[in-house]
């Protein structure tokens, strides 16, 4: 079944940079684009940007440029999301998510617990 | 890039029905027909309940429904039951292929 796996928790210190990573299986990799979307504790979700496997292109929110980088590796079907300068603000869970039909996002990755201190 | 404006929170008895909104501007909610609703429960991923407004993956139950008017979309749970308590979250596309959440709202069935 269509399915995407992230990888573990981490933990951070301030200024550090993060590297997640969301493997995805069950459908052609490249035919989707995938969203990458995180919810800090208690609070409401938050999209980061976009990301095609086709093509490599990429579009980011506004509040996260400059410090977002979204790549893949089609060898392994894996899309990764490198967050740098993490401050504690950062502290949340990363989820990805796939496009199945603009703005259909389906399915979600089991999320990533990232915690930022010192 | 402003998140689109949700009530935090929204009430009904079981069998009711309930319509949560969620407010964005011409660039965003009212430029194009690309609302999607997720549920979220506590600890869990969210789902989504309806995308492009008005559809429905399947296995969604028809008790809910989306519509749009001008710069706001709504959701509209009709016969409430216990289990659609739970967080809601509206998203729409925007300018320059990026995409907007709203802040949420706690459905409550009383």
């Known amino acids: 079944q269509v399915q995407l796996l992230q990888s573990g928790t981490e933990v951070k210190e301030p200024g550090a940079s993060l590297k997640v990573s969301c493997k995805a299986s069950?459908?052609?990799?490249?035919?989707?684009?995938i969203h990458w979307v995180r919810q800090a504790p208690g609070q409401g979700l938050e999209w980061m940007g976009i990301f095609n496997p086709r093509d490599d292109t990429t579009s980011y929110a506004q509040q996260f440029q400059g410090r977002v980088i979204m790549t893949r590796d089609t060898s392994t079907d894996t899309v990764y999301m490198q967050l740098s300068s993490l401050r504690s603000e950062d502290t949340a869970v990363y989820y990805c998510?796939?496009?199945?039909?603009?703005?259909?996002?389906?399915?979600w990755g089991q999320g990533t617990l990232v915690t930022v201190s010192s | 890039q402003s998140a689109l404006t949700q009530p935090p929170s929204a009430s009904g008895s079981p069998g009711q029905s309930v319509t949560i909104s969620c407010t964005g501007t011409s660039s965003d909610v009212g430029g194009y027909n690309y609302v999607s609703w997720y549920q979220q429960h506590p600890g869990k991923v969210p789902k989504v309940m309806l995308y492009?407004?008005?559809k429905r993956p399947s296995g969604v139950p028809d008790r809910f429904s989306g519509s749009k008017s001008g710069n706001t979309a709504s959701l509209t749970v009709s016969g409430l039951q216990a289990e659609d308590e739970a967080d809601y979250y509206c998203t729409s596309y925007a300018v320059s292929n990026t995409w907007v959440f709203g802040g949420g709202t706690k459905l409550t069935v009383l």
């Open positions: 998510s796939r496009d199945a039909a603009f703005g259909l996002f389906d399915p």
């Open positions: 492009e407004v008005t």
């Open positions: 069950g459908y052609p990799f490249t035919r989707y684009y």
